[in-house]
């Protein structure tokens, strides 16, 4: 008689790592963009090991696609709550231009930061390109779906945010948990000190 643990077929966790994102397939549209977001908040750390395709300007612009749909879907709920009331599409034409120079700025910005972080943990240790650093940067921004949460969406992004980008690094790049975590964490209490610090500066100035 054939033993249970052979006719079952194996768990999610004993799946092997997938052979690429369907974002980064050749040819890939908003089908593979909503497939590989599914994946990613699904199953990060499976999603996220698998190797890298393309080049960066694929990963920003999957960054910039999801900050573009909860955007879009944040005006709505905003317009259908306030019945219509949200102004011309002078509001949408800025949060776009937001948006590119967020990307612009901010993607490869805390990417680098996160980069000399984990750079620095690793104490002379090869440590991963700065691409693919980028690269789970990137992915980690489908946690600007939890923004559409009322209230505590932001709260709901941030510790999200942190986990997904911690998971991408340790499931991307091969880094232990640790180092991933401080990598990411780290970069983030410098940036809102200097912000503080120069928030500060200004209230002085004036």
């Known amino acids: 008689m054939t033993e249970p643990s052979q006719t079952e077929s194996p768990g ?3 799946a092997p790592p997938p052979s690429g994102l369907p974002w980064e397939a050749p040819g890939a549209g908003i089908r593979e963009f909503f497939l590989s977001m599914y994946g990613i908040m699904a199953r990060p750390s499976w999603a996220l090991s698998a190797p890298p395709g393309g080049a960066w300007p694929r990963w920003a612009g999957f960054a910039l696609i ?3 749909v909860v955007f879009i879907a944040r005006y709505l709920l905003s317009w259908a709550w306030s019945m219509g009331d949200m102004g011309g599409p002078e509001m949408l034409l800025w949060g776009i231009l937001g948006m590119l120079i967020q990307a612009a700025v901010f993607l490869p910005l805390y990417s680098g930061a996160v980069y000399l972080t984990i750079n620095l943990l690793l104490r002379g240790r090869p440590a991963p390109p700065y691409p693919l650093v980028l690269r789970a940067v990137c992915y980690s921004q489908v946690s600007t779906a939890a923004m559409l949460i009322p209230m505590v969406g932001i709260f709901a992004h ?3 945010n942190v986990w997904l980008m911690a998971v991408g690094l340790r499931a991307g790049l091969g880094i232990d948990r640790r180092t991933a975590l401080l990598g990411v964490i780290l ?3 410098g940036f809102f000190v200097l912000g503080m610090l120069l928030a500060s500066l200004g209230l002085a100035v004036q």
């Open 187 to 189: 970069p983030m209490v």
């Open 66 to 68: 999801m900050w573009f």
């Open 158 to 160: 941030m510790i999200w």
């Open 12 to 14: 999610p966790e004993a």
